[in-house]
T-cell receptor, first 113, second 113 residues
Framework: GDSVTQMEGPVTLSEEAFLTINCTYT??????LFWYVQYPGEGLQLLLK?????DKGSNKGFEATYRKETTSFHLEKGSVQVSDSAVYFC????????????FGAGTTVTVRA | EPEVTQTPSHQVTQMGQEVILRCVPI?????FYWYRQILGQKVEFLVS????????KSEIFDDQFSVERPDGSNFTLKIRSTKLEDSAMYFC???????????FGPGTRLTVL
């Protein structure tokens, strides 16, 4: 079945540091890939997505590229801010199972001023 | 901007009691989902609903769970006899016909005592 493996946290960084969170996936077909963010006490928000190989999703300075050859979708940001402190979830969905989302375990990121 | 809403935001119940969690998806969406997140753990898929029937469900979604779309706007999750381990954050999500992005509600925190 489908599964997502993402880097274990927690990750603690200083402001303006470079952030990368690794994500790899296993899928039976050709999935769409997502990064969701959950700020403290809030629900899930879509951060970015990519639907086919070599697509790059980007939003709020975050980027991730759909790499089919390595089955990866690593999240990066060049210069983090305190407001980026949150839990980040990598996820995939496939049309074959009605687009249900399979999530990774989540990575807690704390950015210190 | 249209959004998914959920009520109540927090539900406290006694073990063995029935609870109904309510969701109002985005109005022109056709796919509906329930997920749950036990505190500190990853988001888990429960059930998907399309064309007025369950299209897929996880092993978590046993006979104690049911979903309904009673009136064309609400989408409910019922737990017939709650257990302590049902304590979690429950998220509703909906998706349109063409896009593969799911929009999440803010969640209902269920506490079973």
């Amino acid at each position: 079945g489908d599964s997502v493996t993402q880097m274990e946290g927690p990750v603690t960084l200083s402001e303006e540091a470079f952030l990368t969170i690794n994500c790899t996936y296993t899928a039976t077909g050709y999935p769409s890939l997502f990064w969701y963010v959950q700020y403290p006490g809030e629900g899930l928000q879509l951060l970015l997505k990519a639907t086919k190989a070599d697509d790059k999703g980007s939003n709020k300075g975050f980027e991730a590229t759909y790499r089919k050859e390595t089955t990866s979708f690593h999240l990066e940001k060049g210069s983090v801010q305190v407001s980026d402190s949150a839990v980040y979830f990598c996820a995939l969905s496939e049309r074959s199972n009605d687009y249900k989302l399979s999530f990774g375990a989540g990575t807690t990121v704390t950015v210190r001023a | 901007e249209p959004e998914v809403t959920q009520t109540p935001s927090h539900q406290v119940t006694q073990m063995g009691q029935e609870v109904i969690l309510r969701c109002v998806p985005i109005s022109n969406h056709l796919y509906f989902y329930w997920y749950r997140q036990i505190l500190g753990q990853k988001v888990e898929f429960l059930v998907s609903f399309y064309n007025n029937e369950i299209s897929e469900k996880s092993e978590i979604f046993d006979d104690q769970f049911s979903v309904e779309r009673p009136d064309g706007s609400n989408f409910t999750l019922k737990i017939r006899s709650t257990k302590l381990e049902d304590s979690a954050m429950y998220f509703c999500a909906s998706k349109g016909l063409r896009d593969n992005e799911q929009f999440f509600g803010p969640g209902t925190r269920l506490t079973v005592l």
